[in-house]
Every structure is written in structure tokens, then in C-alpha cells.
């Protein structure tokens, strides 16, 4: 028998994870294969950040998409909730008891206790958006806001009214003399702005890191400021004093750019040093040192901030303060200078009328909306009787496991999750919906490390009972009766459609290379020094400093067994995703990571089972030991992605009391109590 072969197609592709990356890449694909119809994908070599590699979390897409545990066909809850125990059912019988549901609903109670919740799962635009038309139809409530890096978005728009100010490839520019990268793992996070990072290394670039743990990047740094979590504003402080003690601050620049700069200099005429330095955790030399760079490179220097440092009660404020040393040095608006947070900002002119067409807003009324982080206790209230769940995973995400997790398991809450394996939060849904990939659905996305566009042009599913999230929502809106044409419009024209709306140079860029690029490498941002305030001034007037006095005596713990928790994501796993390609990591998230010298305080050993509480949650773990951490703080991985029985999950831990800005989750905001293990545990 001869084998046929087809020829392959291949197929621009965009990773739609919530990351820095955003790889753009070519899929090799056989639309004839009966299940492995994506062969390989491959990373674009020519863009830029891309660069033709792929973070190590998720090098294999083909191993993930055809994977023999993904949800293939409709499930219908058979067991109590808490469990992943389902019956498979057709895809129209699921259509038929959701449709059902719903009119009983609508009937018994008002359309807004049908709840939405989304989030950034698949960051597509059509993907994030599209289901919004149904919501709108029908009258639902949706969430808003986020639970990553909104504070710190929050607390620099108050000063500079956007929070994107720097192309990032200036991290390559030959006029960046010293990049300081704080709170930032990029070794582990973000790999391909640690590439460009090591390419300016190469060329004598000075690199100074600021952390709570010592991560490789560290290792390869000039100077390493080893600092205790949530004490970044002090350092700012201390090193703000010395700027002007020195007078190495940009008088010309503050005068002309800079409302209200005076206040900052009021603010840190006095500091006290020695406690500064005894509750930020660094010696003066290293201190020191750090402002010496910041003197001998004044205009030279680039500032890179990560997520991590924002997820504090006060994380926006913090992300504010260290803009400060960059408005005082005169480093914004020029080549080699500026400070890299997110930079989606950029990307607002162009992507809003673009998501005012995807969700068809100018043609429904508006939603009422619930805050991301307040999930748990809105569903607790009672108030919601369906709850709909797509491009999200809360019952790991979200803080305050305990209290979500109750909420989730009334029996008076049905719940359909959209997903395209089982994982926490489909222990508790009614209904499971079979999803396709990012890779098998047609979407356009916005990077928010990088400022611009890719697409991706989805390959064929060989599984006929999954469907996109707008697919389902569309069919769902026809089986409920709506035959706006808005429902008529296939995800394929949406896509079309978007990209027709965007100018000219961009369509070109696109259709020729599959993405587009904002800037080009020598772009300055703001070199006009013109900013979206109400007077076009940076905005600086204060109190800068005074917050978190409370906070900190709570984190700086005099008992032994009393530690500050932090939880960043494993470097094997994205948030709650990839668990299934990444599985022989599953272990160390049963473990908590202290210092030996903590582990040896306790009088415990690593491998001992402890005890971990606080007023949330009490769970068993394995005590292992990470020397890169500070002593009095422990780490638990986030991002446990697993159908295991086992409830551990970090965020049993976490608070849900909001970051005061941009009402983000303040993760890094509790502690905890590690206990020697009791005989009724073990």
C-alpha cells in the first residue's frame, strides 16, 4: 500500500500566553493529517525580540495541542464538586442544557446574575473580547481589572499620565551605559530581553540588579543589591537623598519638565541611614556603589522594573518611587534612558477601535462590572446564579483560594468553563466546553513588553467538537435566539475586519512578515519631552514616601518561625499552564524554599514536613532549602497546574485585600508560620 503525503502549509503563528515573549514563529502544518496536523513551529529568526528561539516553558507546541489528556468533547458533571468526575456528552446536548439554564435564569432571576469572568489566558484579542457581544446581548455582568501588573501601571500614569515611556531596544542602544534591572528575573521570565541584556553586556554595558532573591542575572551583574521584599521604596529614598545632598540631579530638566519637583526633595532632606540600611537588608558599600554608577552614568542609564515588585499592598507606589531617581537624574526622553515597565500603552490608539468593533459596544449598552480580585466574595454574596469562565483559571490564580473555593462549590452556582484540559477550576464547573488552541483559531495580538502587532492564522482542529471562545459564544447566541447579525460574522472575518482598520503601513508590515513593530531600534519615546498630563509636565508632587510603615513592622517578623511569603511563577511553568508538557516539575510546588540558615534556626532539616499557616489557610509541605532568598522570607511556587486531589496551591495563603492603586493582587503582601509537623498531619 503506498502512503499518500500532502504538502505542508505553513502558517504565521503568535504564543498568545500571558508573557513578555509573544514568539512569533512559522507553523509547518499537513491540514490532511487525521490528528497531528501542526508538524513543528518554528521562531521567526528576523523579529527582533523573537530572535528564533523560544522560552524553554513551551518549546514543543505540537506536544501540547495533540496531547492525550486535552479536553476533546463536551463534560457533564456526575460527581459532587471539588473533583474532576464528568460524563462525556455531544456538543448540542451541552448547547442544549446551557441554552436551558440560561432562560431559567433570565426567568427566575435579572440577566446580570449571569457572570463572566476572563482573563488573560489566551491574549488574543478576539479571543479576550469577542465573547463580550453575547454578555452584552443578554445583559450579564463581566470582571474588569487584573490581578498582575495594574498598581504599578497605576502609579506611573500619576506621574507621566501613560505608563509606556521607553522602546525597549534601548536595552541595545550604544548610548546605554549602565541598565539597572530591578525586581526583574529576566533570566527566567523574560529570556529574550535577557539575550539583548547580555548582548550589551558583551559590548561593556554596566548591569546593576535589585532583588529580593539572587537569580542568575544577578550572578552575571556588575553590582548586586540583595534587598528584603517590599523595601524598594526605602532604597529609592536613600538613594533620592543622596542625589541631592550631591546636587547630581537635572536642574534644567526638572525646571522644564518636572510639576511640583520640589516636594521630592522636601520628602528626603532627612533619612535615617543606618535603619534605612538595617530594614532594606544591604551594606553601605553596596550602597554606596550603586549611587557611584548612577553618578558616573547620569544620562546613560535605563531602568528595568518587574511585575513582581508591584505585587504589594503598595506595589503602585513603589513602582512610582523608583521612577523618581530617572526624574531627578533628567533620564527620560533621550537615548539610552527611560524607565521599561509595560508597554501596551503605546498600542492603546490603535487596539481601541479595534475592541470597540470586536465586542460590538457602540451597539449594546454597557455591562455592569465586577473587580477581577473581588470573584470570591461577589460569588459568595449569592447575587450570581450562572458563572461562565474562559481564558481563566481563578481556582489557582486567584488570592484567597479558601474563600473562592467556597464560593464555588454552591450548589446553586452553575458553572461552564471553556478550557482545553481539566485543571482546578473545572473541579467546580457543571459543564466543561472542549476549547481549540490560540494555534487553531484566527487572532490578532498586542505584546506588552514589546509595542506592537502580530497575528496569528489558526490551523485546522481535528477535533470537531471543540470550539474558540467566540465560536461557542456565537453558537450559544444563536441557540438562544439572537439573530443579530453581529452573531452572523465568522471569527475568520472579525480578524479580517480588525486588520482593515488599521493604517495602511501596519496591514503592509503584516501581511508581508506577520507582525509589526512600533519602533525602530533607535526610537526615543517622549523626545519632546511632551507628556499626556493635564500641562504636559511630569507630574510630581507628592507625599512620595509616606505608606507602608505598618506594613513593614508586620513583614520584618521578630519570631523564628514567622516568614514573609513571596510566591513567583516556577521557571518550568506559566502561571497555571503548561503543567501537562512540564509534568516532572510537579513536585516543587509541595515544597516551601527557606534559607539553610533559617531551615538550621528552626531546628529542622530540609525534607522535613512542616506546618505552613496563617489566618487563611493551614496546608502540609516539604521544606527545602534556597540560598538565593533573604533571611526571614519563604517561597512557594505559583502556578500549580494540576488535577491532583491535593488542594496545594500558594494562594491559599495570599490575601485578597487589593493593591491600593490599580487594585491588582498584592501577593507578596502575607505571612506565614512554618511549624514543626504534628503527628494528625503526617
Known amino acids: ?80 464538586k471539588s473533583e474532576n468526575n464528568f460524563e462525556k456528552i455531544t456538543l448540542e446536548k451541552a448547547f442544549e442544557i446551557i441554552t436551558k439554564k440560561l432562560i431559567e435564569i433570565q426567568k427566575k432571576s435579572e440577566s446580570t446574575s449571569i457572570l463572566g469572568a476572563f482573563y488573560t489566558g489566551n491574549c488574543g484579542l478576539i479571543s479576550q473580547y469577542a465573547p463580550l457581544r453575547f454578555f452584552r446581548e443578554i445583559g450579564a455582568t463581566i470582571t474588569n481589572g487584573g490581578i498582575c501588573n495594574e498598581g504599578g501601571c497605576a502609579g506611573l500614569t500619576e506621574l507621566f499620565g501613560t505608563y509606556s515611556t521607553t522602546n525597549p531596544f534601548q536595552l541595545i542602544n550604544p548610548s546605554t551605559r549602565l541598565i539597572v534591572i530591578w525586581g526583574s528575573n529576566l533570566s527566567e521570565t523574560n529570556n529574550h530581553a535577557y539575550y539583548l541584556v547580555k548582548q550589551a553586556l558583551k559590548r561593556g554595558t554596566k548591569v546593576v540588579v535589585i532583588d529580593s532573591r539572587r537569580t542568575p542575572i544577578a550572578k552575571k551583574a556588575d553590582l548586586f543589591l540583595h534587598i528584603f521584599p517590599g523595601t524598594d521604596h526605602l532604597l529609592v529614598k536613600m538613594v533620592l537623598n543622596k542625589l541631592v545632598a550631591n546636587k547630581i540631579y537635572d536642574e534644567l530638566f526638572l525646571n522644564d519638565n518636572v510639576d511640583s519637583y520640589s516636594s521630592i526633595f522636601l520628602e528626603v532632606a532627612k533619612v535615617e ?23 558616573k552614568f547620569k544620562h546613560q542609564t535605563l531602568f528595568n522594573i518587574g511585575y513582581g515588585v508591584q505585587k504589594d499592598f503598595h506595589g503602585g507606589r513603589i513602582v512610582k518611587s523608583i521612577a523618581l531617581i530617572q526624574i531627578l537624574l533628567g533620564n527620560i526622553g533621550k537615548p539610552g534612558t527611560g524607565l521599561i515597565y509595560s508597554q501596551s500603552d503605546f498600542l492603546k490608539p490603535l487596539l481601541q477601535p479595534l475592541q470597540d468593533y470586536i465586542t460590538s459596544i457602540k451597539k449594546r449598552p454597557k455591562m455592569k462590572e465586577i473587580p477581577i480580585i473581588e470573584l470570591g466574595s461577589a460569588l459568595l454574596s449569592g447575587t450570581y446564579k450562572m458563572l461562565i469562565v474562559y481564558n481563566f483559571n481563578p481556582a489557582s490564580s486567584l488570592p484567597n483560594q479558601n474563600l473562592l473555593r467556597t464560593a464555588l462549590m454552591n450548589d446553586d452556582l452553575f458553572i461552564i468553563v471553556l478550557d482545553m484540559f481539566l485543571n482546578e477550576t473545572t473541579k467546580y464547573a457543571n459543564i466543561v466546553i472542549p476549547a481549540k488552541f490560540d494555534l487553531e483559531s484566527h487572532d490578532i495580538i498586542s505584546p506588552f513588553y514589546i509595542p506592537g502587532l502580530s497575528i496569528n492564522i489558526g490551523g485546522p482542529c481535528p477535533y470537531q467538537d471543540c470550539v474558540s471562545n467566540y465560536e461557542f459564544f456565537q453558537q450559544l447566541a444563536l441557540k438562544m435566539g439572537y439573530d443579530d447579525k453581529v452573531f452572523q460574522e465568522s471569527e475568520e472575518s472579525i480578524f479580517k475586519n480588525c486588520l482593515k482598520m488599521l493604517p495602511l503601513k501596519i496591514q503592509e508590515s503584516i501581511d508581508k512578515l506577520g507582525y509589526y513593530l512600533l519602533f525602530d531600534f533607535d526610537s526615543v519615546p517622549f523626545n519632546n519631552l511632551k507628556f499626556p498630563t493635564s500641562n504636559n509636565q511630569i507630574q510630581a508632587k507628592g507625599p512620595h514616601f509616606k505608606f507602608g510603615e505598618n506594613e513593614l513592622k508586620r513583614k520584618f517578623s521578630n519570631k523564628i518561625n514567622e516568614f514573609l511569603l513571596i510566591s513567583p511563577s516556577h521557571f518550568y511553568f506559566l502561571h497555571s499552564q503548561l503543567g501537562q508538557v512540564n509534568i516532572r516539575y510537579l513536585d516543587e510546588f509541595s515544597k516551601i524554599f527557606l534559607t539553610p540558615e533559617d531551615i538550621e534556626a528552626l531546628g529542622l532539616k530540609t525534607g522535613d514536613k512542616v506546618l505552613v499557616s496563617n489566618e487563611y489557610y493551614t496546608g502540609v509541605y516539604i521544606l527545602a ?29 495570599t490575601p485578597d485585600k487589593p493593591e491600593e492603586l490599580g487594585f491588582s493582587g498584592a501577593y507578596n503582601s502575607t505571612l506565614v508560620k512554618i511549624t514543626e509537623i504534628k503527628s494528625k498531619y503526617t
Open 1 to 80: 500500500m503506498i502512503e499518500m503525503t500532502y504538502p505542508n502549509k505553513d502558517r504565521v503563528g503568535t504564543c498568545t500566553k500571558d508573557c513578555y515573549g509573544s514568539c512569533v514563529f512559522k507553523g509547518i502544518w499537513n491540514d490532511e493529517a487525521l490528528e497531528q496536523k501542526l508538524l513543528s513551529a518554528q521562531p521567526l529568526k528576523e523579529h527582533p525580540f523573537t530572535n528564533g528561539f523560544f522560552c524553554p516553558k513551551y518549546k514543543k507546541r505540537e506536544s501540547l495541542l495533540y496531547h492525550q489528556k486535552r479536553v476533546k468533547t463536551p463534560l457533564l458533571r456526575i460527581g459532587a
Open 273 to 295: 541611614k543606618v535603619k534605612l540600611l538595617e530594614q532594606i537588608g544591604i551594606k553601605i558599600q553596596t550602597f554606596q556603589n550603586f549611587v557611584d554608577f548612577l553618578f
Open 625 to 653: 532549602e534556597l540560598p538565593i532568598l533573604k533571611h526571614g522570607t519563604a517561597l512557594i511556587y505559583s502556578g500549580l497546574s494540576s488535577t491532583l486531589k491535593e488542594n496545594l496551591n500558594v494562594n491559599h495563603f
